[in-house]
């Protein structure tokens, strides 16, 4: 039996880690450090197939989110490759192997099934009395070099097993990389499995034909309880997405109890079989390198005092709220606030917001957003922030409230959903709707420093910082089950 994780979302990512690819990439990390001889593997959309990646790429992979670089692309082979490389090469030794490797297997994928197409054409135009001797013979043979392929792929039904040992054992080894999965081996899904949904078919032929045991992540359903706060098509695929996943699941982990309930919610609604799930509580371990970003640095001295909100940018977040809020003040005469610093990629439904904001001379200079910003920089950010905000509508979790207490900073949170979860009783709760609140909370802190003393030093003396460790042992306990 074989534990094998998915790292196709973080291969895929090409930005400092954020949310899901930050939880995927936390994990992962602690299983390799931990030596848990787990194998990894990530699925090709194009051709709806996976591919195993030895431990080198893999960290490659980690590496390069951990220490973003707009313009390092991550470099992968196969593991039966060497892992020789040569840095002074525009296209290196081991990108080449990967590439050359990488068109081998898909040649072998198509020439496969254009052999197996061209035998049954063959035979349809075969009389079957005069060559029905030639015609069992050629069939048998090519039944027996599909089951040794089959046997080799790991893709051999129970029942044929038995009959196939023999003949899988002449299998030439070439073809083991083609399909990577076992009868009764393991798989834990981590990621952003709604951008490659066409696994799930593959999941589903695992689970109920050679008794793969799948385990999934849960961090949220709020495309399906809260379909207005997401994208118009999303909602549709996500009652998919959630409906497979609780059929070929053998155990769902929930980010939080909130998580929990909404997935209980749908299955209740939908009709799915009831499944395995628990609760596991994100980590939260901070940055703790030496380096220095020596530009964001530069960049903090500029803003003065501020608030900081880290988030995507996009309508379920809420930033509007705190655009609203600066308005506010201005237009009541209050001009002694704090700048506001939104940290996150754009995301959807904020073109106006983001132009609002750049054009409105009121504001300019007291709405601040920086993306693309590395975990040293984050670091720095949060740091040297007054207080954090998080006015979102509704969250699977709410990793930055968490991170912005290990961090010893107060934060002020919405009242919804999984956010109280995310606060562990250290943050003030308010409605994402109460404009009017947010401006005064936001001001009072602001103005009474001495009261941000008292936050921070409960925060300093009672907090305890939820790890990865206790993460990725929650749930390895369910896996190793």
Known sequence: MTLWVDVTTSLNWNRPAVGVVRVELEIISRLINEKSNARYFYFNTELKRCFELNEENVRSILDRIVMWDENKKSEIHETNETNETNETNEISDTGKKFFINFRKNEARHYFYHTLRNFYFLSLSFVHL??????????????????????????????????????????????????????????????????????????FLELKYKFNVKIYSISFDLIPISHGHLCLSNVSDCFKKLYHDICWYSEHVFCISKQTELDLIDFQDVSGVPPVNKSVITL????????????????????????????????????????????????????????????????????????????????????????????????????????????????????LPITESLGYGKFCISSNTSSMPEAGFGFSELISPYDIQKWSDRILFYYQNQNELKIKEEKIKQEFLIPTWEKTVKSIMTVVNE
């Open 129 to 202: 009395d005069y060559h029905s001797k030639i015609r069992k013979s050629v069939s048998n043979k090519f039944n027996l070099v599909k089951m040794k392929l089959k046997k080799s792929l790991g893709y051999l039904r129970k029942g044929d097993d038995a009959n196939a040992k023999e003949d899988a054992q002449c299998l030439s080894p070439q073809y083991n990389d083609a399909l990577i999965f076992k009868i009764n081996d393991k798989i834990l899904s981590l990621g952003a499995i709604w951008n490659y949904p066409e696994i799930n078919v593959i």
């Open 283 to 398: 980590g939260c371990d901070l940055y703790s390198g030496l380096d220095e970003d020596i530009d964001i640095n530069d960049v903090i001295l500029s803003l003065g005092s501020y608030v900081l909100f880290v988030s995507t940018i996009e309508a379920r977040k809420n930033h509007h709220l705190l655009y609203q809020v600066v308005c506010n003040w201005l237009e009541n005469g209050i001009t002694d606030f704090p700048t506001m610093v939104f940290v996150g990629m754009k995301g959807w439904g904020v073109d106006d917001l983001i132009n609002n904001i750049e054009a409105d001379a009121r504001i300019r200079g007291k709405i601040i957003i920086l993306n693309h910003i590395s975990d040293v920089g984050l670091s720095s950010i949060y740091k040297n922030s007054l207080f954090t905000v998080y006015p979102s509508y509704y969250e699977g979790w709410g």
